[in-house]
């Protein structure tokens, strides 16, 4: 089957599956021949942050000199961007192949009474076996959705769980207290294994440190006094670390997210419990420096920048981090209808000195309406807010209106996707 036929039989799988428990994820994995057990595995769950840990992880393990497996969702323009190897996403030719697996075994279980895989089962399948086909030493796990009934808890034991920031997402799953939030966070927290994780509000860090103590794990967190934001220059921001581990190194990312810096020092303090004796900390520096994650405050031309910001505390720590930037601003949003797209609008009206503001309506049914996304915008603000029906309008309206102010587009990570694929085919 080609990639363009593996990725239509991918996206019909909702409507003829139901979710499944990690038994029968477990089962699904027995049938691909439990690739999973070929590697160690670093499983990281949390609201906000967890792909950018992951890539952290990822870049510092291969400054290491490991193979790396990376498992992470959602895609923003390709599916095979949810699987790389080394840093790199596997082929369309791979992905066809993996995919012939996946189906193989799915089939099977359907022949022995049993459901079809879900629609991110089946991704995890394929890049399980992809990492192990590749001879991977580590595969980084991020959670789709919580936790504890995530697909990607049917792999243990994980060699160490991370947690990146927990905030308020996903409430009709999760819960609507950040306890209940973390709590399901922390269902990838295994016996013995060790935790690292992010501080979030006492509530949540009080849920995960609970937790790991009962499973008997080596429990750290790590808290926003391990660091010091140095300044941003050359759209890189630079921060230096309080422990005398780091010394006086100062570190730089290739982005201007001031939680960015968060987030790698989670990553850094997890590679020092994964690497022990054996880490170069010297070796990351020039890994982080070096990487560009897709989709986190990333500028896709001179300019405009896409984030993946898609609920109230991503977009409080967005405006932060544009508080100071010198420009005023246009911004691009646009919201799925479950999410809390009125906070979000509020913060970003009393909050961001934007003289213009683009709504517009994603191309997926769970798209916002788009009037009343305009109307919660002319609610919070008296500056221009204008309605664009389709994303391609949008951004060719903030572009029109640029006029040498910064575009910043939010709110959705599928509207994050369809920007980067309109600038790539104009490019």
Partial sequence: MTYTDAVRYILDIPRFTKKNDAQHTKCFLKYLGNPQHAYKVVHVAGTNGKGSVCAYIDAM?????????????????????????????????????????????????????????????????????????AGVEYAILETGLGGRLDATSAV?????CVIASVGYDHMQYL???????????????RPGVPVFYAASSEESDSVIREKAESCGCFCKKIGKDAYEILGTENKCIAFSCTSDYYGTT?????????????????AME???GLMGADAHPERWREALADLRWPGRMEEVVPDVYVDGAHNVSAVEAFAQSIADDGKEKIIVFSAVKDKEYEKMAEILCRQVNAGLYVV????????????????????YTDRAVEIRPSVKEA?????????????????????????????????
């Fill in 61 to 133: 393990l291969r400054a290491e000199g490991k193979r790396t497996g990376l498992f992470t969702s959602p895609h923003l323009v390709r599916m095979n961007e949810r699987i790389a190897v080394d840093g790199s996403p596997v082929s369309d030719e791979a992905f066809a192949g993996l995919f012939d697996k996946a189906l193989e075994a799915a089939r099977r279980m359907e022949k022995e009474g049993l459901q079809h895989p879900t629609f991110f089962e089946f991704l995890l399948g394929m890049g399980l076996c992809a990492f192990r086909d």
């Fill in 156 to 160: 243990e034991p994980p060699e160490v």
């Fill in 175 to 189: 819960g609507n207290t950040l306890g209940e939030i973390a709590a399901e966070k922390a269902g990838i927290i």
């Fill in 250 to 266: 100062t570190w730089k990312l290739n982005n201007i997210g001031k939680y960015q810096p968060g987030n790698a020092l989670l």
């Fill in 270 to 272: 997890t590679m020092r």
């Fill in 360 to 379: 517009t309506r994603i191309d997926d049914p769970r798209g916002a309406d788009l009037e009343q996304l305009g109307a919660v915008f002319r609610k």
């Fill in 395 to 427: 951004l060719a309206c903030a572009m029109e209106h640029r006029d040498g102010r910064r575009v910043y587009c939010l709110g959705s990570l599928y509207l994050t996707g369809m920007i980067k694929k309109l600038i790539q085919e104009v490019a």
